[in-house]
């Protein structure tokens, strides 16, 4: 959970942090003057252009700036005659038609981008190069400004719904497939290791310690299978009404013919427990309670006695307690055992008691170690 957790708010700090670039880039675009049509306003041109006793004169800063920037202006009077100019192209004409302004103040005058400015006297044209500016222009009706402004929160909702959901989608779809190959490769090493494994076992002498080897990495075969599919989610899991004093002794009964020598295996079952059933995958379970009793027989290879007790606990519960006399851990071992399991941590007591743990969790079971070094060890387990 912490890893999808941890990708989910990688993506959406991901996402925020372009919106917001793109958002500083556009406004940057849009607010700083870019090129010659905001250097040069038909509005200040107008301006620097004086209308005195019939002539006409430019302010000296205006004709420079006309000159910088390769610009042209003029002036028509209201029959449409050019009464005043400053750098106008030859083949521009010098009188206009009523349609002619009517074309180049909305578009281009002989493909000159010009823009216009009302005078007293006429009209100011003021024309930039050619290929210099893309001239275009959008009309809205309000109709259509009213349904945008009203839109608006829907469509904020929407953006933020899909930047919360896509992340989401994403990570999990990326995440279902990378557990998807890592869980096939475990399966596939595992496979691969079994065949072998198998022959080994047939082959070596019964209680020896080649065989117990071997007890060993089939153990760890399966709990490898099995911390993979509950860490990622991928394992299909059973839910079967099992009862719990049964299994108990079959588990039991596996031990005791495997370990005939150095371990001793003391059971006791509440004979009211006969019926008590928890609702479960039976494998897990299995799997579970094997590694409470292996991690027994683990820790104390010149061996011990192993009680196994199932008895009533408080609000209709049972307790499993598995009890060696080995040689126990130390406080700090014990607090790491009892503490918080970590997605991404392998804690160094092994691969079994994180399997109990996970078990333990995925099912609400609560459970807790104990110990005295030199004495005992002890796991307790309260089922539901």
Same mark, same amino acid.
């Given at each position: 959970?912490?890893?999808?957790? !941890? ?26 003057? *870019? ?11 107008? !301006? !620097?252009?004086?209308?005195?006793? %019939? ?14 920037? @390769? ?50 006297? #006429?009209?100011?044209?003021? $024309?930039?190069? =050619?290929?210099?500016? *893309? ?5 809205? @009706? ?7 402004? /009203? ?21 999990? &779809? ?16 595992? &496979? ?5 494994? /198998?022959?080994?076992? $047939?082959?070596?002498?019964? #209680? /020896? ?62 004979? @009211? ?41 408080? %609000?209709?519960?049972? =307790? ?21 399991? =970590? ?8 691969? %079994? ?16 170690? @104990?110990?005295?070094? $030199? ?10």
């Amino acid at each position: 959970m912490k890893k999808i957790s !941890g990708y989910i708010l990688s993506m959406l700090l991901v996402l925020v942090a372009l919106v917001m670039a793109n958002i500083l880039v556009l406004g940057f675009i849009v607010l700083k003057p *870019w090129g010659t049509k905001d250097a040069l306003s038909a509005e200040n041109i107008s !301006g !620097g252009v004086i209308y005195e006793n %019939g002539t006409y004169s430019i302010n000296p800063e205006v004709a420079s700036k006309l000159d910088e920037h @390769s610009s042209f202006a003029m002036i028509l009077n209201n029959e449409g005659k050019v009464v005043w100019s400053y750098n106008c192209p030859s083949e521009l004409p010098s009188s206009y038609e009523l349609k002619d302004v009517a074309s180049f103040s909305r578009w281009y005058l002989m493909d000159y981008p010009v823009y216009t400015q009302i005078r007293d006297e #006429g009209l100011l044209i003021l $024309g930039l190069p =050619k290929n210099s500016t *893309w001239k275009y222009r959008f009309d809205f @009706s309000m109709t259509t400004i009213t349904g945008l402004v /009203s839109a608006l929160p829907f469509i904020i909702l929407i953006d933020i719904v899909l930047l919360i959901l896509l992340p989401i989608l994403i990570t999990r &779809h990326w995440l279902k497939a990378r557990e998807k190959s890592r869980t096939e490769w475990i399966a596939g090493v595992s &496979h691969d290791i079994r065949t072998p494994l /198998s022959i080994v076992m $047939g082959s070596v002498e019964k #209680g /020896s310690a080649a065989e117990k080897q071997c007890f060993r990495i089939r153990d760890l075969i399966g709990n490898l299978n099995t911390e993979n599919k509950l860490d990622s989610g991928t394992g299909k899991w059973n839910k079967e009404s099992i009862a719990l004093a049964p299994l108990l002794r079959e588990i039991l009964c596996d031990y005791i013919n495997t370990y005939e020598e150095d371990y001793t295996f003391n059971p006791e079952i509440d004979e @009211s427990l006969e019926d008590f059933k928890i609702s479960a995958d039976s494998a897990l379970i299995r799997r579970m309670i094997d590694n409470l009793i292996n991690n027994s027989i683990l820790h104390n290879e010149k061996g011990c006695e192993i009680d196994v007790t199932l008895e009533k606990a408080p %609000g209709g519960k049972a =307790k499993l307690t598995i009890l060696d006399n080995g040689e126990g851990a130390d406080e700090v071992k014990i607090k790491s055992l009892n503490a918080e399991i =970590k997605s991404d941590y392998l804690p160094e007591h092994g691969m %079994g008691i994180r399997v109990v743990k996970q078990v333990a969790k995925k099912y609400k079971y609560s459970v807790k170690f @104990s110990s005295v070094p $030199g004495e005992y060890f002890k796991s307790e387990l309260i089922l539901k």
